[in-house]
């Protein structure tokens, strides 16, 4: 018996390897992401997620390139005085520290041009300086970034300290809650992601259901033709149709409306999801609906009491489906919304500026962007893999 577990344990043991390899692979870049979103820019920019808790950059430089000089504390040239915070605090950019190299000591320069730090690594050398002697108090954690990418910060500081420092961009006001309304910011996209995802995932599973029920216990001339027609419309391409259905939105007056694009995600979404549901609903026992229209149940009775209770595997799954789809949409929100009423996947990438910076505040608003879908998905989670079978298996 016991050499039979042990058989049956190494069978199985790839396999156990293989998820676990898996779920590393998903679970680290999304442990950096989470990582990051919490770290100071400066401290983003100068080491890996990795090295959050490991030795600040900058000490080891310094012991390389200025310890042999202004020895271990930065004292040891008193006209060059490293632990004076009053000297640091005027070296704000490593480029007024390199100017100090062409100074003159006892007759020599400073620093030849040989034996100078790279940009980079001077870089750190002040970053250090200023932590090492109070100059700049910088936490190892902060929620700086999730607060100006949620507020839509366009600034070289952050909005926290402009805020206390007294200075404000044109398009914030400096009172938090109102700013979570600033059209640039995370917040307000969220809120528009939010409007467009959940009735463009309701009112497919509505219809849906109805259809599938339609066609699997009502009999009607043309079903299965109808049926198979749905099926082949999962192929044509949603590209192809943004042409037409924006000349049409324009003149029914729902270019930029919400309802234009949750009419446009509902058309797009029924084909799969009424296939879905009509293998799972087809799939239900004959019996069950047969004695309910003995009782002298009509079939609304039936769909509403019996096939929609025993389609929630089904639903669910088509839900996590549908809503992760819409969630992370961003061609037909472009198209059909522009940039008056941003979504996430819009707003997101407009947070880099074009020469790169606000880099940074993607780590906080892409986190922002996976909550609600995770969310989403662990809570239909055991629902998942049955309506991923649905209509698998017969009987």
């Not at 020895?71 to 640091?88: F, H, R, Y």
């Not at 041009?113 to 936490?139: S, T």
């Not at 044109?170 to 467009?196: E, H, K, P, Q, W």
Request: hydrophobic letters at 50%.
């Amino acid at each position: 018996m016991n050499r039979e577990r042990l058989q049956r344990y190494l069978g199985n043991l790839p396999t156990h390897i293989l998820v676990i390899l898996l779920v590393v692979i998903w679970l680290v870049p999304t442990l950096g992401l989470l990582v990051t979103s919490f770290r100071p820019v400066q401290d983003a920019n100068t080491s890996g997620w990795w090295q959050v808790f490991s030795e600040k950059p900058g000490a080891v430089e310094y012991e390389t390139y200025c310890a042999e000089c202004h020895g271990p504390d930065g004292a040891a040239i008193a006209a060059a005085n490293l632990s004076d915070p009053a000297l640091i605090e005027d070296f704000r950019r490593s480029v007024q520290l390199a100017a100090t190299f062409n100074n003159e000591y006892d007759g020599q320069i400073h620093l030849p041009e040989e034996d100078r730090p790279e940009a980079q690594e001077l870089a750190d050398i002040l970053g250090h300086l200023r932590r090492q002697y109070g100059v700049e108090d910088r936490p190892i954690f902060t929620l700086g970034n999730y607060v100006d990418a949620l507020v839509g910060y366009r600034g070289t500081a952050s909005y926290e300290a402009d805020c206390a420092a007294g200075e404000q961009s044109s398009d914030l006001t400096c009172d938090f809650a109102s700013d979570l309304g600033n059209s640039r910011g995370i917040a307000r996209a969220f809120m528009n992601t939010l409007i467009v995802s959940l009735p463009a995932t309701l009112l497919p599973l509505i219809f849906a259901a109805v259809a599938a029920y339609a066609f699997s216990w009502l009999h009607f001339p043309g079903r299965m033709w109808l049926f198979a027609l749905l099926v082949g419309l999962q192929i044509v391409p949603l590209q192809m149709t943004l042409v037409p259905i924006s000349r049409l939105y324009l003149q029914a007056g729902l270019s930029g409306t919400f309802l234009g694009v949750w009419l446009f995600h509902t058309g797009f979404g029924l084909p799969y999801a009424i296939f879905l549901m009509r293998n799972f609903i087809g799939s239900l026992p004959r019996e069950l609906f047969e004695s309910v229209y003995l009782d002298g149940a009509n079939h609304w009775t039936a769909f509403y009491r019996l096939a929609l209770p025993l389609s929630m595997p089904a639903l669910a799954s088509l839900a996590i489906f549908q809503f992760l789809w819409v969630w992370n949409d961003l061609l037909v929100a472009l198209v059909f919304l522009t940039g008056r009423r941003p979504v996430l996947t819009y707003q997101i990438n407009n947070l880099v500026q074009s020469l790169g910076g606000g880099w940074h505040l993607l780590t906080a608003s892409a986190f922002l962007s996976m909550v609600l879908p995770l969310i989403v998905f662990f809570a239909f989670q055991r629902y998942f893999v049955r309506g991923l079978l649905a209509g698998a298996v017969k009987g």
